[in-house]
Each structure stands twice: as C-alpha cells, then as structure tokens.
C-alpha cells in the first residue's frame, strides 16, 4: 500500500492527452512538500520528468507537464507518441521526511 | 554531472545480509542527501532511506530495524546493509541524489 494513489493504469491514443492523478494527504502533498514525477522504461532507472511540481530538466520534451492542488498532483502529457508507453511515479515527502512514492501507473499508447 | 555508479552482491541466502556501495563521480558529495530505493519484480518503488555528507539518517520506518546506511566521505561512497534479508527482499536496488540522479541499479536476489 503506497503513501500517494496512482491509478494503476492509463492509456490513449497517439496524439491524444492523458493525466496521471497523485492523491496525497495532508501530511505530505498537502503540508506543501514538492512533487516530483518519473518515467520509468522497461529494465532502466527511473528518469526524472518533472521535479518541484511543474518544472521540467533540460530535454524534457514540453508535452510533459505537472500540477498540484491542495494533497493532489498530476502529470498531463499531450501529443501522446508511442514512445511515451512507460510507467509513471509520483515522489513527495511527509512529515516525518520520509520519501514516499506513488504506486505507479502503467501508461499505454494504443 | 553527478554520476553515481553502485556495485554489491547479487545473490543472497535467506538470513544473510544484503551489502551495497555507490560511489558519486563528478560533483559535491556535501550539501546534498544520498539515498537508496528499491523495486521489487513487477513492483513499485520503495524508498529504503538516506544519509547526508555528515552522517545523519532517516529510514524508512517499515526497514528501519534491518537497515544502516552509511558514508564515506573520503571517497565520495555511501553504503547499504539491510539484516536478516528473506525473499521478500529480492529487487532491484538504487542508489540516487533524488530526484535528479539514480544509479544504474543492482538486482539482488535472495534465494536458499
């Protein structure tokens, strides 16, 4: 049972948009702790998406985006490419700073 | 660019203990707090805990009373030992400076 709640799945087609929720509490998204999301590829490590909520690294296509509202998070992709089928994870903190992440969801493009 | 590059045993028996290193190549090992993940097959992420350049822990409290994390600043390393590992300890470890920088990961299986 993880800390934050992802939908264990999404999925659209190419070009479309889709959003992966992050539900948190007030002890963690809630409390103000940053968000932070990455995208995971088979046999690799995850890959840093968006960090502090909205902002992307350097070579992070603009398609990815990220928003937070009161204990919840999301990451919105647009444009959706095949290349874009991975699982996706949120990570925030709590309280206590520990680091806690989402259970992950599994994005397929269909 | 920080860089980290782990290493440690990958196959362990049952009641044996799980021994870990990941070194950081190429920027500040100060200012900053190294951390260590794990995946288990087909599984989320699970953070195991974490240490800053002078030594001060936080755990995750479900491990706590099985793990040490450790460092060595003298070599820019940082180390992982989890206790009285059983199966259900069998993943893929990370090391990272989260949330920019992971290692490669080091599968570590636990079998009799």
């Known amino acids: 049972q993880s800390v934050l709640t992802q939908p264990p799945s999404v999925s659209g087609a190419p070009g479309q948009r889709v959003t992966i929720s992050c539900t948190g509490s007030?002890?963690?998204?809630?409390?103000?702790?940053?968000v932070h999301w990455y995208q995971q590829l088979p046999g690799t490590a995850p890959k840093l998406l968006i960090y502090?909520?909205?902002n992307r690294p350097s070579g992070v296509p603009d398609r990815f985006s990220g928003s937070k509202s009161g204990t919840s998070a999301s990451l919105a992709i647009t444009g959706l490419q095949a290349e874009d089928e991975a699982d996706y994870y949120c990570q925030s903190y709590d309280s206590s700073l520990s680091v806690v992440f989402g259970g992950g969801t599994k994005l397929t493009v269909l | 660019q920080v860089q980290l590059q782990q290493w440690g045993a990958g196959l362990l028996k049952p009641s044996e203990t799980l021994s870990l290193t990941c070194a950081v190549y190429g920027g500040s090992f100060s200012g900053y707090s190294w951390s260590w993940i794990r995946q288990p097959p087909g599984k989320g992420l699970e953070w195991i805990g974490e240490?800053?350049?002078?030594?001060?822990?936080n755990y995750n409290p479900s491990l706590k009373s099985r793990v040490t994390i450790s460092v060595d600043t003298s070599k820019n390393q940082f180390s992982l030992k989890l206790t009285s590992v059983t199966a259900a300890d069998t993943a893929v470890y990370y090391c990272?400076?989260?949330?920019?920088?992971w290692g490669q990961g080091t599968l570590v299986a636990v079998s009799s």
């Open positions: 990272a400076r989260l949330p920019q920088t």
């Open positions: 502090g909520n909205i």
């Open positions: 240490i800053n350049h002078s030594g001060s822990t």
């Open positions: 007030s002890s963690n998204i809630g409390a103000g702790f940053d």
